[in-house]
């Protein structure tokens, strides 16, 4: 499958425990993205990559928040101190640039965080 | 700021049209888009329209776009019961089309 992929599925952590999310982008696309799913809310934009450097990053909710990509692939979601505010579906999409104008872009199956 | 409305659920018979409506903010938005999110299933590009366009059709599929009064539909002709599922509405944020502004979802109900 050359879908984009998260890990893990799901994750539960206590309060105060930091917390590392997974995400493959599809091989070859450029742009990647982190959103936060929570029950009742749409989609929160968290971060957006493009290659290895993040030009948006104005939706991380506080600096325990961090996100890093390497070699223009896999990006790692990081959350520091779990708070249960931060229970949610955390998404990971990726989209490949430059040859089209619209921007469609493709979700991983997301990975359930919840912080007891 | 930037804002994307939607009605929260749909309820119709098999065989009906759907219509969910979403109204956005941002009218530098250049592609709206729908998306489609299916239980257990990873959210997947349905549509898009550019905002120059008022509409488009894609078999069952009609998308309209009122750009003066920033309102986006979608309409599902001949409604299935695997359509089932929850519809997002989308803009893309002002002045930079990678970032992408969300609806909350509208959960469409299909009844036999």
């Known amino acids: 499958g050359a879908g984009v992929s998260q890990s893990p599925s799901n994750k539960v952590t206590e309060k105060g425990k930091d917390v590392e999310l997974r995400c493959d982008p599809i091989s070859g696309h450029t742009a990647l993205y982190w959103y936060r799913q929570s029950l009742g809310q749409g989609l929160e934009f968290l971060i957006y990559f493009q290659g290895n450097s993040a030009p948006d990053k104005s939706g991380l909710p506080s600096d325990r928040f961090s996100a890093e990509r390497t070699g223009g692939s896999v990006s790692t979601l990081t959350i520091q101190r779990t708070q249960q505010e931060d229970s949610a579906v955390y998404l990971c999409?990726?989209?490949?640039?430059?040859?089209?104008?619209?921007?469609?872009?493709?979700f991983g199956p997301g990975t359930r965080l919840t912080v007891l | 700021g930037e804002d994307v409305e939607q009605s929260l659920f749909l309820s119709v018979r098999e065989g009906d049209s759907s219509v969910i409506n979403c109204t956005y903010t941002?009218?530098?938005?250049?592609?709206l888009y729908w998306y489609k999110q299916e239980p257990g299933a990873g959210l997947q590009l349905l549509t898009y329209i550019f905002s120059n366009m008022d509409m488009k059709q894609d078999q069952r599929l009609t998308v309209l776009l009122n750009k003066k009064d920033k309102h986006l539909s979608l309409r599902i002709a001949d409604t299935q019961t695997g359509d089932s599922a929850i519809y997002f509405c989308a803009e893309t944020g002002a002045g930079n089309n990678r970032k992408l502004i969300w609806g909350l979802g509208t959960s469409l109900a299909v009844n036999p």
């Open positions: 999409a990726s989209s490949l640039e430059g040859t089209r104008a619209y921007n469609e872009q493709f």
């Open positions: 941002d009218s530098s938005s250049t592609y």
